[in-house]
């Protein structure tokens, strides 16, 4: 498995990112998932020094407003598409709205889809992926919804980050319902709760906020999902995959670099270069 440094993990530290770049490739990282906050800021020799580094870019994480007209959201794919240009990858990972699946009515879940449409067309244009990702609140919360999702945009340019927490979130099995959704996966996003009853620390209300409690975030393999099965079961299908880390508490330094190492040995195999 090809594991991904996020930046976002970043976004309250004083680091310039040619040094995440320095740290990335000393720690045996394959990528990056750059954050569009971090990406739309990049200076042109920030750039150079991407491109010149042995780090590859995974994925460019970001949001899209699915509350204006289409015109703007049309708008907004646009930038995204030239910012994942810009920084060398074809996926940009998007949430499928900001209401839960059993809140939207039909007519606004047939709007939805004819957003995302317009959306697949755009970065199709461009050989670029949106990639879904399954998180509460959106219209890909669970399994069931996430695949009658798919099957509504219809286009192959719509993929699914696989975010493991957000799936035992959603009561689903992470392993039956990665290999139920396997052909569409792109991505998968890696992190863990201590508790049950500590899911809303990732809330982003809470998460994206300085302020925001960290109670609860824990290491990968110190929480309630239980990754060594995980890891164990789907080991051959996850080789050619790619993965972030995605820490947002203290000492990230310490944190990503230590679950990349388990990770690489959980899974029993050399971490491979990035295709």
């Known amino acids: 498995m090809q594991l991904a440094l996020c930046t976002i993990s970043y976004r309250h530290h004083l680091r310039s990112f040619e040094d995440l770049l320095t740290f990335a490739a000393t720690e045996q990282f394959d990528a990056m998932d750059v ?14 020094a991407l491109q010149e580094s042995t780090i590859q870019v995974s994925m460019l994480s970001h949001y899209v407003s699915f509350d204006v007209p289409l015109s703007v959201l049309l708008e907004q794919t646009k930038e995204l598409s030239y910012l994942a240009q810009r920084i060398g990858t074809r996926r940009i990972r998007i949430f499928a709205g900001n209401k839960a699946s059993h809140q939207l009515t039909e007519a606004e879940r047939a709007r939805l889809v004819y957003q995302l449409s317009g959306i697949c067309k755009i970065l199709d244009q461009n050989n670029q992926l949106v990639l879904l990702e399954i998180h509460p609140n959106t219209a890909a919360d669970t399994i069931e919804s996430t695949e009658r999702l798919l099957r509504e945009v219809n286009h192959p340019a719509c993929r699914i980050n696989f975010d ?32 049950r009853d500590q899911f809303s620390v990732f809330a982003p209300e809470n998460v994206y906020a300085a302020s925001g409690t960290r109670d609860g975030m824990v290491p990968v393999f110190d929480g309630i999902v239980d990754y060594e099965t995980f890891f164990s079961e789907l080991g051959p299908i996850l080789i050619h995959k790619t993965a972030s880390l995605e820490w947002f508490g203290d000492a990230p330094d310490e944190r990503v ?11 029993t195999l050399r971490v491979p270069q990035f295709i």
């Open 35 to 48: 954050w569009g906050v971090h990406a739309k800021h990049l200076r042109a020799d920030e750039i150079t």
């Open 164 to 195: 493991v927490l957000h799936v035992v979130e959603s009561g689903a099995d992470p392993v039956s319902s990665y290999l139920r959704l396997e052909p569409v996966i792109e991505h998968l996003h890696l992190k863990s709760v201590a508790r």
């Open 257 to 267: 670099a230590n679950d990349r190492r388990l990770i690489a040995k959980a899974l």
